[in-house]
């Protein structure tokens, strides 16, 4: 039986890796063996920053809607208990862009909860 060195499936298994490190610097984008471990390396950074990036837009939201709610004399948290004590049911990011883009509607909601 003759010998088969497999060549055409090993180029397709290296090229699939390749495509996937496109735009990185030096041997990372050019030897198998970098490429290799610098692409898993990215796709595990990929996934948990994919998650990482949920927490930060809350923290983000957060910091946002309390920077307003000081304005209006009233500290976040107290601003958010009142908010749930009244059954106004409106969301972070909705408030956090609220605060950015429209401060008197966010004023208007923050003279309901106080009464």
Known sequence: M????????TRHRR???????????????KLFRSVRLQVM????Y???D????KAMMRKLAIIRINAACRNEDI????????L??????????????????HPSAFAKIVKKVKS
């Open 2 to 9: 003759p010998r088969v060195k497999g060549g055409p499936k």
């Open 15 to 29: 090229k699939k890796w390749l495509k996937l490190a496109k735009g990185y610097r030096g041997a990372k984008s």
């Open 41 to 44: 390396k990215s796709l595990s």
């Open 46 to 48: 990929a996934y948990r």
């Open 50 to 53: 994919r998650r990482k990036k």
């Open 75 to 82: 500290s976040y948290s107290e601003f958010m208990n009142r």
């Open 84 to 101: 749930k004590k009244s059954n106004i049911a409106i969301n972070r990011p909705m408030l956090a862009s609220l605060a950015l883009e």
